[in-house]
């Protein structure tokens, strides 16, 4: 199996250009180049020999810390591997330090985190969702400026964007990862059933129709209950293909694209035929439920993000493969959203900051790039450090970066700052179309005037 290398050059250098952006509240002047993702160059392959840990401790940090330390998070599928891999990994060269990783829903860790915060209960770390939300938490407080630590240097300006502050000059999170969309299914079933991987649109519709008509399988596994997955692995995961990745995304920040536009109405068309092909009770339906649904093979195809192939691995008893979005037509050009995902910041009220920053600095360090890289495949670190990807679903996910574009989540950067949240809004939206309670046309309504609300460019 062949093994993806991510290095220095895994995002391409940005046009730094300024535009001036502005809100009711303040004036922006946002350097929109530099906290774009655009594509990534291809991923090329090599080997990697391994790094001493005793090489790691000589050269991360010169001061000696100790203490114990909680990480907040959202990655409740991680827990054991931070228990058992990455914390006592980290300890072989810090052994006074003692790490807790104590994990959140995702669906309820921002709420969460905020109450933690302001009981001042919130751990020492903070794992750090992408641009807006931690942006808030910065300017807000809760969370350290990251100057001068240690470890820093290892990441380039692009991979740090979508944790400083817009003038490009306050660090607030240490980039851990990005994350890449699409969609997971079971290979037996298709075999069973005598299918290929579709690669547009139609062939994805013959696809589920085969599967709905001639077997006992559900044909996408997902749910409604959350919402946050109708947005993430619905509307953000197919969506790209329609308003073009950064070109339709960028569009939406400067006021030229809007959500009513034909690109929005027709991914939420899109969403809105997935309808026939869930599960019974799809509306009462949890992320877990439909992970669930997957893993004990009553349902053939998962729509996905690389983050969801530990969880498979762990569980699943069967071969399971990665398909990128189906394209609307033949010989269209492929999008993906390859998403700055996770970063780790410091609690600005933490009484050990010094320990924090010695872990924050040993993430850094390429010991721990190749270590999270497997031991969590399907997160894609962000450090310049050369990677070995040994995963073969992961390996499916990163070589989509050689045949299409990437983009990002196209409600993340700037566009959630106000009220109502477009992120939010996306969630809500896109869970009433699945639901057949919304209509496109409606959706794509409610979410424009919910962002010409609030966001002069789009007044």
Not at 47 to 65: G, N, P
Not at 199 to 204: C, W, Y
Request: proline share 5%.
């Amino acid at each position: 199996m062949p093994t993806s290398t991510i290095g220095a050059n895994f995002y391409p250098k940005l046009d730094t250009k300024y535009i001036p952006i502005k809100t009711k509240n303040s004036g922006l002047n946002l350097k929109i180049g530099a906290l774009a993702m655009l594509k990534a160059r291809p991923v090329t392959l090599l080997k990697q020999s391994a790094i001493s840990l005793t090489l790691v401790a000589a050269t991360i940090t010169s001061v000696q810390a100790s203490g114990s330390l909680s990480i907040e998070s959202w990655r409740s599928d991680d827990a054991n591997i931070w228990s058992d891999v990455i914390l006592p990994a980290f300890n072989q060269s810090h052994p006074d330090i003692k790490v807790h990783f104590a994990p959140t829903p995702p669906a309820e860790y921002n709420s969460a985190l905020q109450a933690k915060l302001q009981a001042g209960t919130a751990g020492d770390l903070i794992t750090c969702r992408p641009f807006d939300t931690s942006l808030s938490l910065y300017q807000n407080g809760h969370l350290e400026n990251l100057a001068g630590l240690d470890g820093l240097n290892e990441f380039s300006d692009v991979s740090k964007s979508a944790w400083v502050t817009d003038d490009g000059k306050e660090q607030f999170c240490l980039p851990l990862a990005s994350v890449i969309h699409g969609f997971i299914y079971n290979k037996a079933i298709f075999k069973e059933l005598n299918l290929k991987v579709p690669a547009t649109q139609d062939e994805f519709y013959k696809v589920l129709d085969t599967i709905k008509s001639e077997s006992r399988y559900i044909p996408l596994s997902m749910g409604t209950a959350d919402q946050w997955e109708a947005a993430t692995m619905g509307f953000q995961n197919v969506g790209p293909n329609f308003w073009k990745g950064e070109d339709g995304r960028k569009a939406l920040i400067t006021g030229e694209g809007k959500l009513t536009d034909k690109a929005y109405l027709e991914t939420w068309q899109e969403l809105a035929k997935w309808k026939d092909y869930l599960g019974r009770g799809y509306q009462a339906q949890k992320y877990s439920d439909s992970q669930n649904l997957f893993t004990l093979e009553r349902a053939a195809i998962y729509p996905a993000g690389s983050w969801d192939i530990q969880t498979f691995n762990d569980q699943a008893e069967f071969e399971f493969g990665a398909f990128p979005p189906p394209v609307p037509k033949a010989g269209d050009a492929c999008y993906i959203s390859d998403h700055t995902d996770i970063g780790i910041g410091i609690n600005a009220n933490s009484d050990n900051k010094e320990a924090a920053k010695a872990l924050l600095s040993w993430m850094a360090s390429a010991e721990f790039a190749n270590l999270f890289a497997n031991a969590v495949p399907g997160f894609f670190p962000l450090s310049n450090h050369k990677v070995t990807i040994n995963d073969p679903v992961a390996q499916e996910f990163v070589s989509w970066r050689d045949q299409c574009n990437s983009t990002i989540r196209n409600s993340y950067q700037i566009l959630s700052r106000g009220t109502p949240n477009l992120e939010n809004a996306l969630w809500n939206v896109s869970a009433q179309v699945l639901n057949g309670t919304m209509s496109p046309e409606a959706a794509a309504k409610k979410a424009q005037d919910g962002l010409q609300a609030w966001y002069a460019p789009q007044q």
